[in-house]
C-alpha cells in the first residue's frame, strides 16, 4: 500500500468524521406533560428540526425558542440548549387558574381586633370609622350600596376620611 492511499484513507476519514459531527443525532424534551411534548415535536418537525437533519441548517436556540413560545399558547417557558450533536428542550407549561365569579357585592370584614388608624372606601358603605374599635368578624364596609345615595355623598356628609389601616394586637 504506498502513501498516495494512505492520505486518502485519512482524508476521508477525516471528511466523514466532520460530516457526522455535523448531523442532529438526537432530541430531548423535558419537564413537559406527553401531549405538549407531541406538540413541541411536530412543531421543531416543522422547523427542521430532527434527528438526522443537517445543523448548518438549523435556527438558532434563541430563534427556535421564541418559536416554540410563538406557536405554542401552553408553554410558559422553554429553554433550549445546543450540545455537540444533540438539542435539548426543558419546558415549563403554563398553569391556569380559574377564577370563579364573584356573586355581587361582598361585605369587608374585620379578621383580629384592634383600631382603626386610616380608612379608604371606593365603593360600598363604611360601618366603622377612623379610631373605632374591632373585633373579628365585625363587618367593616357593606359591599350594598343604599339606593338614591352616591358614595361620595356620604363621604361629603361625614366629612371623615374612608381609608383602612388596621391596628390590632
Do not use: C
Not at 442532529?24 to 423535558?30: A, D, G, P, R, Y
Not at 444533540?86 to 364573584?102: D, F, M, Y
Not at 369587608?108 to 360600598?124: E, F, Q
Amino acid at each position: 500500500m504506498g502513501k498516495k492511499e494512505l492520505v486518502a484513507a485519512t482524508l476521508l476519514s477525516g471528511l466523514l468524521i466532520l460530516l457526522l459531527s455535523n448531523i442532529l443525532w438526537k432530541v430531548e424534551i423535558t419537564g413537559v406533560p406527553t401531549d405538549i411534548e407531541k406538540k413541541i415535536t411536530k412543531e421543531l418537525n416543522n422547523s427542521g428540526i430532527h434527528p438526522g437533519a443537517w445543523t448548518f441548517s438549523m435556527d438558532s436556540p434563541s430563534d427556535i425558542q421564541q418559536n416554540l413560545l410563538k406557536h405554542i399558547p401552553e408553554l410558559l417557558w422553554v429553554g433550549v440548549e445546543k450540545m455537540g450533536t444533540t438539542i435539548r428542550l426543558e419546558g415549563v407549561e403554563k398553569i391556569v387558574v380559574k377564577k370563579e365569579p364573584v356573586s355581587g357585592p361582598r361585605d369587608l370584614v374585620a379578621t383580629k381586633k384592634g383600631i382603626i388608624k386610616k380608612m379608604y372606601v371606593s365603593k360600598g358603605r363604611p360601618l366603622v370609622y377612623v379610631n373605632d374599635y374591632v373585633e373579628p368578624g365585625e363587618v367593616l364596609v357593606s359591599g350594598n350600596l343604599r339606593e338614591n345615595e352616591n358614595v361620595d355623598e356620604e363621604k361629603e356628609k361625614n366629612n371623615r376620611p374612608y381609608s383602612f389601616l388596621l391596628k390590632g394586637k
